[in-house]
């Protein structure tokens, strides 16, 4: 397993072989049983020690608008993912927390965007300006702004010829995954692939979300419900996996639960592996799977409020709550099936490890 470097805290192994991390500071732990190493609860513990540390943001500054914006139900009630992502935008504004809010026009924040796409690339100086524009709006709204500076800010533009992130794989790559994937890598790989839940879900998801043969969950980020009965290579996997007694569906080689630098640390060699051999082209990621079911449905003509439900992604239109999973079991049981039909026509090829 990979270490988790966080700045202002210190993460080893105790002379019980037990991790530990502490913030140096204030020597306040972080308890890893309720917070595991790299996962977003983890984070989101991080900085909460770390926000008892920082002395008070000035009024009418960006750091005051962030500090009541976070104490806030409007940031209290999004998803741990969600709210975690967001701090890690605020963590990268830290340096002008001070800055007035009169000094932040638009020209203010198109010049902030672009600064960041030269020192974090395109996507994360995108996301700034978006969490911005969200932090503004609320602002606004309470009068702590006159106008939001942030709207009508275009994004970054993606220069052409750039490969799309994420891009789905092939089916020619799913077959040389599934095949030269570990015993203990191949379940997860195998959740990703045939339900779309990204790689936090699938290595997260606890071992009695998958019940009778279906699996039911609420996606991190969103907080939306995903409900998939397991199509048979999924179902194979999981009857092929090693036994462990883990709390999460899928572990390690050691038993213990997948954080998700782990799963990376041992998914990148295999994908460098893959690609030296010809049998993967470059920019496979694991995220990218949640393209490759969103693609293969659309291809079998599957509407997009379809493929929302299947992927749980959320919508303005509509707020579901986690009861809709029994309304979803009927519709996704006929989704689930053109899935495993189609992927079964493709030949998918799930190896059942020789587990001794």
Not at 210 to 232: H, L, M
Not at 301 to 326: C, F, P, V, W
Request: aromatic content about 8%; overall charge positive; proline content about 7%.
């Amino acid at each position: 397993m990979s270490i988790v470097r966080i700045k202002g805290f210190q993460i080893f192994r105790d002379r019980f072989g037990k991790m530990r991390c502490y913030h140096r500071k204030s020597r306040t732990p972080v308890n890893l049983d309720n917070a595991p190493l790299g996962s977003a609860a983890f984070l989101a513990e991080c900085t909460r020690i770390n926000a008892l540390e920082a002395p008070p943001s000035k009024p009418g500054t960006l750091g005051g608008l962030i500090e009541k914006y976070r104490a806030s139900p409007a940031f209290l009630d999004l998803a741990p993912r969600t709210r975690s992502d967001y701090q890690r935008v605020f963590d990268y504004l830290q340096p002008i927390r001070d800055t007035p809010l009169t000094r932040f026009t638009t020209p203010f924040i198109v010049k902030l965007r672009d600064k960041t796409e030269h020192r974090r690339k395109r996507r994360f100086a995108n996301y700034v300006r978006a969490v911005l524009s969200s932090l503004f709006s609320w602002g606004k709204e309470r009068g702590y702004l006159k106008e939001n500076p942030a709207l009508g800010v275009r994004n970054v533009r993606k220069p052409k010829g750039t490969p799309d992130a994420n891009r789905p794989w092939s089916d020619s790559e799913r077959h040389a995954v599934l095949e030269a994937a570990s015993p203990q890598m191949l379940p997860a790989i195998a959740l990703m692939m045939f339900t779309g839940l990204g790689p936090q879900d699938a290595l997260t998801l606890p071992r009695t979300f998958y019940r009778d043969g279906d699996i039911a969950t609420r996606r991190s980020k969103t907080g939306e419900p995903v409900f998939w009965p397991a199509i048979s290579p999924l179902r194979d996997a999981l009857d092929a996996a090693p036994e462990h007694d883990a709390i999460t569906l899928c572990a390690n080689s050691r038993g213990r639960p997948w954080t998700v630098s782990g799963f990376r640390a041992s998914w990148r060699p295999l994908r460098e592996r893959l690609e030296k051999e010809g049998k993967v082209q470059p920019g496979l990621t694991l995220y990218g799977l949640r393209h490759t079911v969103a693609v293969i449905l659309k291809e079998l003509g599957y509407d997009d409020r379809s493929i929302a439900d299947a992927l749980g992604q959320k919508t303005e239109a509509m707020a579901r709550h986690y009861s809709k999973g029994a309304n979803l079991r009927q519709k996704m049981t006929g989704v689930a099936a053109s899935l495993e039909a189609e992927v079964n026509s493709r030949r998918t090829k799930v190896v059942k490890p020789d587990v001794k």
